[in-house]
Nanobody, 122 residues
Framework: QVQLEESGGGSVQAGGSLTLACVASGPAARSMAWFRQAPGKEREGVACSDSLDRPQYSDSVKGRFTISRDRNRNLLFLQMNSLKPEDTAMYYC??????????????????WGQGTQVTVSS
């Protein structure tokens, strides 16, 4: 079981930036992802990185968010630029140990962090 802990959330104004970090402990995960969930909405995939560090992004964040990994320090990052009020949500880190590819489907991941809140005001 991979333990995940997110950090870096906060409150910013529209157009601002935040960088989220997720530290992993336990077995090395091949693929990792960021998800978010706003109140009353389903959890949605934001970005993922596969076993070869190839990124994927949802259309809503493409060009604004960047996912990256530091495998030496077991860290996953999400650089978020040009934030919009609709980016407001709880952001979760997810990890899959055996998976070669990554998918932005919540059911694909067995390991989840507790989340970090991102609030963007207009």
């Amino acid at each position: 079981q991979v333990q995940l802990e997110e950090s870096g959330g906060g409150s910013v104004q529209a157009g601002g930036s935040l960088t989220l970090a997720c530290v992993a402990s336990g077995p090395a995960a091949r693929s990792m992802a960021w998800f978010r969930q706003a109140p009353g909405k389903e959890r949605e995939g934001v970005a993922c990185s596969d076993s070869l560090d190839r990124p994927q992004y949802s259309d809503s964040v493409k060009g604004r968010f960047t996912i990256s990994r530091d495998r030496n320090r077991n860290l996953l990052f999400l650089q978020m630029n040009s934030l919009k009020p609709e980016d407001t949500a709880m952001y979760y880190c997810a990890a899959d140990v055996p998976g070669i590819f990554c998918y932005m489907i919540p059911g694909y991941y067995a390991n989840w962090g507790q989340g970090t809140q991102v609030t963007v005001s207009s």
